[in-house]
């Protein structure tokens, strides 16, 4: 472990090239960690050291998980096959999950397609996503594209669709408009035209 | 090293318990982490780490340093000894030493005496103060108590003035008012009112 001149320095400027938090911020929570218990500056270093030397991409979906080969949810025995969500991030995934209104499997994108950002397809998690509809999961039926309703998440919606129109699968979009409990006159113009543009017949 | 079932759950709830940061803050600032060099996990722990292993109390001024024995102020030899100034926090005495306007010695209190959030006396480093300048500081002449300008502060200044009172040693409080390049119709009531107050002749 190597032994710098100032040790809290150090520590605030590692903590400072965290996205939202500034030199000012790390000072503050170095100042508030130093006033803790030394074993929680131990536990905190432990976890990271964790998280680095254990999680790794799922071999089948590509998700990030600590198991030794493929995630929990690609283990589960119990989930329904026939049905594949797409999605960006494993953030995203964590929200569907978190629903409990998807039974289905995954397929965790890690990015969008984004000129602007200099992401290309070849950059997103799309051959383990072909390989698999080849090998192990023949079973699907149904590929949901639940990648963000944005400029890019669209564009990459409608690149995998024709990348996968030629496989047979049926394709789905998930819904975009106004969020369930919002109020019409604080939704901004594009969801309230998109909510409009999209309705559906009762 | 401990490995627990979910490493990034474990991290998001480890870093979640500092201040300022949710949950989500916490998962997002995991995320962030899982896309870089696994290294950079390893070197944020091991700040962590020589944070948490070497970092203590000076044995003079009760500032946080890295040092063996004194920190890096109280071992500067070209310091004026016969000025000391007492200070709440190790941050005060950061902003403090930021200006380059002070060239005596510090003492941090590690807090002030507050009955609300139950702090008493007995909590701050009176005692090391106290041996200070019946030790190897017996030539402080003047003790600048720079405690912040808040009703705490103030009756930490007013505790500490009638302790320090019976020493013989010029003491002095910073000056509070409109601060420097402030707009009076801005500045708040109790400020504004102090500053006239505490007028002085030109």
């Known amino acids: 472990m190597s032994r710098t001149a100032d040790p809290i320095r150090a520590l605030v400027s590692q903590l400072s090239r965290l996205p939202g938090i500034?030199?000012?911020?790390?000072?503050?929570?170095?100042?508030?960690?130093?006033?803790?218990?030394?074993?929680?500056?131990?536990?905190?270093?432990?976890?990271?050291?964790?998280?680095?030397?254990?999680?790794?991409?799922?071999?089948?979906?590509?998700?990030?998980?600590?198991?030794?080969?493929?995630?929990?949810?690609?283990?589960?025995?119990?989930?329904?096959?026939?049905?594949?969500?797409?999605?960006?991030?494993?953030?995203?995934?964590?929200?569907?999950?978190?629903?409990?209104?998807?039974?289905?499997?995954?397929?965790?994108?890690?990015?969008?397609?984004?000129?602007?950002?200099?992401?290309?397809?070849?950059?997103?998690?799309?051959?383990?996503?072909?390989?698999?509809?080849h090998g192990d999961d023949k079973a699907v039926r149904e590929i949901i594209l639940a990648t963000p309703p944005s400029v890019d998440g669209e564009a990459t919606a409608l690149y995998l669709a024709r990348l996968l129109g030629p496989h047979g699968i049926a394709l789905s979009r998930i819904a975009s408009g106004v969020p369930v409990g919002g109020d019409l006159q604080f939704a901004d113009k594009p969801t309230l035209a998109r909510a409009i543009a999209l309705r559906r017949s009762m």
Chains 1, 2 share one sequence.
Not at 53 to 59: G, I, K, L
Not at 64 to 88: E, I
């Open 22 to 133: 500034g030199e000012r911020t790390a000072m503050r929570l170095v100042h508030h960690l130093l006033r803790q218990d030394r074993a929680l500056l131990h536990a905190l270093a432990e976890a990271l050291v964790d998280v680095a030397d254990h999680v790794h991409e799922c071999s089948r979906c590509c998700t990030l998980t600590a198991n030794a080969g493929a995630c929990s949810v690609c283990d589960d025995h119990r989930r329904d096959d026939t049905v594949l969500c797409v999605v960006s991030t494993i953030q995203d995934m964590a929200a569907i999950e978190a629903t409990s209104e998807f039974r289905g499997r995954y397929h965790v994108l890690h990015g969008t397609i984004s000129p602007l950002d200099g992401t290309r397809p070849d950059d997103l998690r799309l051959q383990p996503l072909l390989a698999r509809l």
